[in-house]
């Protein structure tokens, strides 16, 4: 009560260097004016999930995720990371900081040096990170991008070249040995059937089984993510998951969509229940990430910020296309069994065709949005800019895969070859997955906690390469459809 009138007597005219005086007698009787809003009172409630979360936060901060996680941290638990008492026990600790030790060696390092640790933590959230040189730019060197870049492209010209040369002098031949390569497979598969009737499941594998089961990997990778970036999900999956330090802000009904994308993408890859269901549910977690996609670039446009889509981004709109080629092979296969319906002439068998053709084209384009951006934007980056944002051999630098992209992106989007393209394109995606995105083999000590964050996100470009490449393997399967210009070359013949 002294504490209010304190602040009553000083918002009703005080001269600034005027004393307030209270009269002790009268201090109990002081009304309190109805101008003033009180607060409403905290339900039990409340008061509980306050105190959880208190608690939840000490624990988090005892255990040093104040050091190892500051973008989060300082941000949702600020008071228990400040309350914690940091010490530095060696007299080299804030050497051992600067030189990456905090990262190199947590155990140590958190231990007896948790007081510089934790400095540099928060140093780190207000610094920019510096740009590195350009590896592909040999610097006053003249005709440095020529002698890197022609030699490239020659090399991925002559190969398509080769390739095409093949297919068109030998091309009735190769077919003729990969239908007698698929029919050898199958007839040893149907042994294996007979001989184990259980792995009737396992051993019945067609390429639209493989190219959906790899499209399907990358919403389980997504689920995953989920799980070892939010905070209370992973202190709930402890006993599967180690929370390893890559914590991120999270909003409830994306993480929704996300994990629903991945429960149907499990039960469509391992247990093959209702895969049109599935895929629909797919379509509409990526759709989601698209619009939060389109959201974040134009809001950085319209405050000023330029036109930024990086490579990440361009793979998921891909995606888009990846899952309408499983709902075209779906819709295919339902028109193969409605096959005695349009016989009898109870089905319009041109609507159906026409409706596959759509999809078909509609998501060849929308993976072609991944091969034009990562040409054109990717290897301007490359061939102009002197420095790169990213680390020293980083796959975002590597150049081959860019310039089969751009070489194939063409044909593609035309229709023209598209089986043979879409081959090229696929195996250029899984070799570059294992080349560029292998998250396993990250450089330096896979305990450090800037080890694991760049894991996650090489994990996510991996599995988006393979989902990609899953895309084009249905591509082939179900073939170009109606608008294209193979299509075209055949109402010619």
Known sequence: ????????????????????????????????????????????????????????????????????????????????????????????????????ECEKNPGFMLNKCNSSCMTLAKRSLHETHRPHANPNIVQDEPGHR?????????????????????????????????????????????????????????????????GSGMICLYYINEGLTVVQTNPLLASLLSFFFETDGVWQHHVAWIDATNVAGAVAAALCLFVRWRPMQCAYVMMADTLVDSFLLLWRIMLQWLFGRGLYINELMAKKFSLLGCVAMMIAVQHQ???????????AGLLDGSVLSNNISVA?????????????????????????EPFTPYLPGDGHDVVWPKAVELLLSVPFILGFETVAVARLLAFS??????????????????????????????????????????GLLLLQKIGAGKYSVDELLKKKD
């Open 333 to 343: 296969a339902k028109e193969r069994t409605s096959s005695s319906l349009l016989s």
């Open 360 to 384: 078909v084209l509609i998501g060849r384009l929308l993976i072609a949005v991944l091969f034009l951006y990562v040409g054109l934007h990717e290897l301007h980056r490359l061939l102009f």
């Open 146 to 210: 020529a002698q890197t870049f022609v030699p490239i492209f020659c090399l991925i010209a002559l190969m398509v070249a080769g390739y095409a040369m093949a297919v068109k002098f030998f091309g009735s031949s190769l077919t003729v040995q990969q239908e007698k390569l698929e029919e050898a497979v199958n007839r040893g598969l149907a042994r294996l059937q007979r001989k184990y009737p259980r792995l009737e499941g396992i051993t019945n594998v067609s390429a639209s089984t493989i």
């Open 1 to 100: 009560m002294l504490s209010l009138l304190l602040v009553l007597s000083a918002g009703t005219g005080c001269a600034d260097n005027a004393t307030p005086v209270i009269d002790a007698s009268t201090a109990g009787t002081v009304e309190v004016p109805d101008d003033i809003v009180t607060p409403n009172p905290v339900t039990a409630e409340q008061q509980q999930m306050v105190e959880d979360e208190d608690s939840t936060c000490s624990e988090w901060a005892a255990a040093g995720e104040c050091i190892r996680n500051p973008q989060y941290m300082l941000a949702e638990c600020a008071d228990a990371c400040n309350a914690q008492v940091y010490l530095d026990i060696e007299t080299d600790c804030m050497g051992w900081a600067n030189d990456g």
């Open 429 to 470: 995606l899984v070799l570059e997955a294992f080349y560029a995105w292998s998250w396993w083999t990250i450089p330096g000590d896979s305990h450090s906690f800037a080890a694991h964050r760049r894991a996650i996100h090489y994990r996510e470009h991996f599995v988006t390469n393979i989902a990609t490449a899953g």
